[in-house]
């Protein structure tokens, strides 16, 4: 077996296996052309870069808000205003259900006779319910219910 021998880059410390003769300083023609263009123009290589970088003192601090009663008074003035204007040209059929709703909508259902408005009344004049208790169409005189 043959020992590979590991060389690093002159100019971006990366480790790498020489391709060609043993001299060799960077690990590829990139990294050649630049570690030139940074000796002619007094550039310095990226690692040396990070370690310099530091960060500025005069960074100035965002501005603390404070909380104001006329900016309470605006929030509390456009809300208003946009709750109205919603309630306003909303439909009644299109509005949420309320407790109240609900309460008499159950009460409904808790009725054992329905009316079912899509048939006539027989030829005594009573009219059709449905009975929840016994699933069947009865007739009912209109006062018993």
């Known amino acids: 077996m043959t ?5 690093n880059c002159t100019y971006c410390f ?8 043993r ?12 570690a030139y263009h940074a000796r002619k123009t007094k550039v310095q290589s990226p690692k040396s870069k990070l370690a310099e970088l530091s960060v500025p003192n005069n960074i100035p601090t965002p501005k603390k808000e404070s909380m104001s009663m006329t900016g309470v008074g605006n929030a509390a003035a456009g809300t208003l205003l946009a709750n109205t204007l919603k309630s306003a040209l909303t439909k009644d059929s299109n509005k949420p259900a309320t407790k109240g709703d609900l309460s008499q909508l159950l009460e409904k259902l808790n ?15 009573e009219y059709p319910y449905f ?3 016994d699933s069947a169409i009865v007739y009912l005189p209109i006062n018993n219910m």
């Open 3 to 7: 020992d590979k021998e590991f060389y």
């Open 14 to 21: 990366k480790e790498f296996e020489p391709k060609r003769r």
């Open 23 to 34: 001299v060799q300083k960077y690990c590829s023609d990139t990294c050649r052309s630049k």
């Open 111 to 125: 009725n054992r006779y329905h009316l079912i408005k899509n048939m006539n009344p027989n030829f005594r004049g």
């Open 131 to 133: 009975d929840l208790v």
